[in-house]
């Protein structure tokens, strides 16, 4: 059970039959200390689900031998933003450490630029102090290009966050499927 | 410049011939996110539409008339404890340090008006050096250099992120 390969990594749609997947990860103590949970119940949980994770333009499952162990999330910007748009990433502890989210995160730049042809630029904000999560971008080849002090709030204390960047003209995410 | 002659102040419908002076000049709005001004009327109704209702934008007074403007903008939800900055002041008072002076009123003046502001942010155009200057002589902290990040008039542009904290220093 404990051994995959990167062929068992796949990302795809949420389906909210899944719900108990996705507790495991949203009621992580390890998680929640670095990413923002707003529900604690199934409950709440469900309505999550239903009013953000489904409608949203893109979220997405990431799977180990298709069960859901984490997500990924690209926001987009909407306006004369659209050339920009976020990348978010959870992933249950008992898997972090075996290059998961990094693999899911260059699965996410391989195609979204294609998806996207507006986008120019996909960007990630990340604790300074989670040093893990700062790899996870290094590794998937984004720049980082500054701390924003005080850039966002987590559990109502503001953290200074890492902004890293990946263009649509960087490499190592251009695939030549043709 | 005599700072004493500087002030920053609500703006009103009685500044539009001063406002219409300044914001007619394609050599200030080239950074800006709105367009030029181009009449009498246009700058009356943007004054009674947007300058006036904002929930913080300044004009920048040199004895009391009006020679550029100030606007501090809380992000929405989760985030209004950030405020992005955005200025800009006629072109023949460029260089005098005015901004600067303007600023830097400003900043104490909304840390007091909204206590759970936490940051100021600031995004500059690489090419802008003027903007950077003024806010290094205000105390910002140049945190960044983000590519792409926006669009403007046509393109898509590199910039700068500066930021003000509310425990940072007022030099």
């Not at chain 1, 200390?33 to 953000?52: G, P, Q």
């Not at chain 1, 953290?159 to 251009?174: K, N, Q, R």
Request: proline share 3%; net charge negative.
């Amino acid at each position: 059970d404990d051994e995959f390969s990167i062929s068992d990594i796949s990302l795809r749609l949420l389906d909210l039959s899944e719900i108990d997947d996705f507790m495991a990860w949203a009621t992580d103590d390890k998680v929640s200390r670095t990413w923002e949970t707003h529900y604690s119940s199934k409950e709440e949980a469900v309505n999550y689900i239903v009013d953000f994770v489904i409608p949203h333009p893109w979220y997405r499952a990431i799977c180990l031998k298709d069960r859901p162990i984490g997500a990924i999330i690209v926001t987009p910007n909407s306006g004369i933003d659209i050339c920009r748009a976020e990348v978010g990433y959870v992933l249950g502890s008992k898997y972090w450490g075996k290059g998961i989210v990094t693999l899911a995160v260059k699965m996410v730049a391989s195609t979204i630029f294609f998806e996207w042809p507006h986008l120019e630029r996909l960007e990630a904000l990340v604790d300074v102090h989670n040093p893990a999560s700062l790899r996870v971008l290094e590794k998937a080849g984004f720049q980082r290009e500054g701390v924003l002090r005080k850039y966002c709030l987590h559990k109502g204390r503001p953290i200074d966050a890492v902004i890293f960047s990946l263009l649509s003209t960087d490499h190592p995410h251009v695939n030549y499927f043709m | 410049m005599d700072s004493s002659r500087i002030s920053i102040r609500p703006f009103r419908l009685s500044d539009a011939n001063d406002f219409f002076s300044w914001a007619k000049d394609d050599r200030l709005t080239q950074y800006l996110r709105w367009n030029t001004i181009t009449s009498r009327e246009e700058a009356l109704k943007y004054l009674k539409d947007v300058a006036i209702p904002h929930p913080w934008r300044r004009s920048i007074c040199l004895d009391d008339h009006s020679i550029g403007y100030i606007s501090i903008r809380p992000e929405s939800g989760d985030d209004q404890h950030r405020a992005h900055v955005g200025y800009g002041v006629g072109v023949e008072y460029w260089g005098q340090g005015i901004v600067t002076m303007a600023l830097k009123m400003a900043i104490s003046s909304v840390f007091k008006e909204f206590s759970y502001l936490v940051r100021l942010e600031a995004l500059v155009e690489e090419e802008n050096k003027g903007s950077q200057r003024v806010l290094e002589k205000a105390g910002f902290q140049k945190e960044g250099f983000l590519r792409k990040y926006g669009f403007n008039k046509g393109e898509i542009r590199d910039m700068y992120i500066y930021s003000f904290l509310s425990t940072d220093k007022i030099v």
